[in-house]
């Protein structure tokens, strides 16, 4: 996650590694790495090293960028259910993740 000016960080661009480490902590952003090298050697190339994120962050997290925030100003029934569909993709796309990461690359 790489925040820049125009999300309108509300804690301000000095304070973009607190905005990237609340971004994964709330599930909104997953830590991972991949090196296909590992598979050559039997190894799962993609490694999962985000922790088990606390779902109750996301909203907040997202209403800490202007971006958000002025959706749930201007229309607030319709940023509701987009929150909400948003934070059902990032936990699908955890999942996504955990399923990749728990692959055998064994021969």
């Not at 309108?8 to 973009?16: E, F, I, N, Y």
């Not at 190339?45 to 109750?56: A, G, H, N, R, V």
């Not at 962050?57 to 201007?74: C, D, H, I, Q, T």
Request: some cysteine.
């Amino acid at each position: 996650y790489a925040p820049c000016i125009n999300h309108g960080l509300k804690v301000g661009m000095g304070q973009t590694q607190f905005e990237e480490e609340t971004a994964v902590k709330s599930g909104y952003w997953s830590l991972y790495r991949y090196n296909p090298q590992l598979e050559n050697d039997g190894k799962n190339p993609f490694e999962l090293d985000s922790k088990e994120p606390d779902w109750t962050m996301f909203k907040n997290f997202l209403m800490g960028e202007v971006r958000y925030s002025s959706l749930k100003k201007a229309f607030p029934e319709v940023a509701d259910q987009l929150f909400d569909a948003a934070e059902e993709s990032a936990k699908w796309r955890l999942k996504s993740y955990e399923r990749l990461a728990s692959m055998d690359f064994s021969k």
